[in-house]
C-alpha cells in the first residue's frame, strides 16, 4: 500500500477512535443530565463522517482505483506526485478548522472565517481528489473475457 493511501487510512483510525471517545463522553455527559450544547453532536457527526469514512473511503480508492501508467509515471501510475498530499492537508486541515471553530460561530468574525475557511478547504479537497480519480476510472485496456 502506497505511503499516501496509509496515511489516509491510518488518519481514518484515529479520527474512528476520536469519534468514539467523543461518543462515549456525549452519553455519559446526557446520562449523568450534564447539559452539553447541541453543536458537539455536530462536530461528533463531522468527526466520524469526514473523519474517517471520507477518510478511508480516500485512502482505500487511491490504493485501488486502476492505475494510469502512461498520465503518472512518477508514482507508477496512481496519481500526480503531490496530489494525494494537497487533498490529505486541505480535507483533514478543514476538518480541524471546523470542529475547533464551528462551537465559537456566535463569538464573532475569526470563527465565522475559519468556519468558511474549512468549508472551502474540503470542497476544494474533494474536487482535487475526483479530479484525481476521474482519470483513473477507465476501461480497461486489455478486457478478460466476458468484461465490457
Given at each position: 500500500?502506497?505511503?499516501?493511501?496509509?496515511?489516509?487510512?491510518?488518519?481514518?483510525?484515529?479520527?474512528?477512535?476520536?469519534?468514539?471517545?467523543?461518543?462515549?463522553?456525549?452519553?455519559?455527559?446526557?446520562?449523568?443530565?450534564?447539559?452539553?450544547?447541541?453543536?458537539?453532536?455536530?462536530?461528533?457527526?463531522?468527526?466520524?463522517?469526514?473523519?474517517?469514512?471520507?477518510?478511508?473511503?480516500?485512502?482505500?480508492?487511491?490504493?485501488?482505483?486502476?492505475?494510469?501508467?502512461?498520465?503518472?509515471?512518477?508514482?507508477?501510475?496512481?496519481?500526480?506526485?503531490?496530489?494525494?498530499?494537497?487533498?490529505?492537508?486541505?480535507l483533514n486541515g478543514g476538518l480541524v478548522l471546523r470542529i475547533a471553530f464551528e462551537p465559537m460561530l456566535s463569538a464573532?468574525?475569526?470563527?465565522?472565517?475559519?468556519?468558511?475557511?474549512?468549508?472551502?478547504?474540503?470542497?476544494?479537497?474533494?474536487?482535487?481528489?475526483?479530479?484525481?480519480?476521474?482519470?483513473?476510472?477507465?476501461?480497461?485496456?486489455?478486457?478478460?473475457?466476458?468484461?465490457?
Amino acid at each position: 500500500m502506497p505511503f499516501e493511501s496509509r496515511l489516509f487510512v491510518k488518519t481514518s483510525l484515529v479520527a474512528l477512535l476520536l469519534a468514539f471517545a467523543a461518543g462515549a463522553a456525549l452519553a455519559v455527559a446526557e446520562s449523568l443530565g450534564i447539559a452539553v450544547s447541541p453543536i458537539w453532536a455536530v462536530e461528533h457527526a463531522h468527526l466520524a463522517f469526514v473523519g474517517w469514512l471520507v477518510n478511508v473511503v480516500v485512502g482505500i480508492a487511491l490504493w485501488m482505483l486502476p492505475l494510469a501508467r502512461d498520465r503518472y509515471p512518477e508514482t507508477a501510475g496512481r496519481y500526480p506526485k503531490r496530489g494525494p498530499l494537497l487533498v490529505y492537508g486541505l480535507l483533514n486541515g478543514g476538518l480541524v478548522l471546523r470542529i475547533a471553530f464551528e462551537p465559537m460561530l456566535s463569538a464573532g468574525l475569526v470563527p465565522r472565517v475559519a468556519v468558511c475557511i474549512s468549508a472551502v478547504a474540503q470542497l476544494a479537497a474533494i474536487l482535487a481528489f475526483a479530479l484525481i480519480a476521474w482519470q483513473r476510472v477507465r476501461a480497461p485496456s486489455r478486457p478478460a473475457p466476458g468484461v465490457r
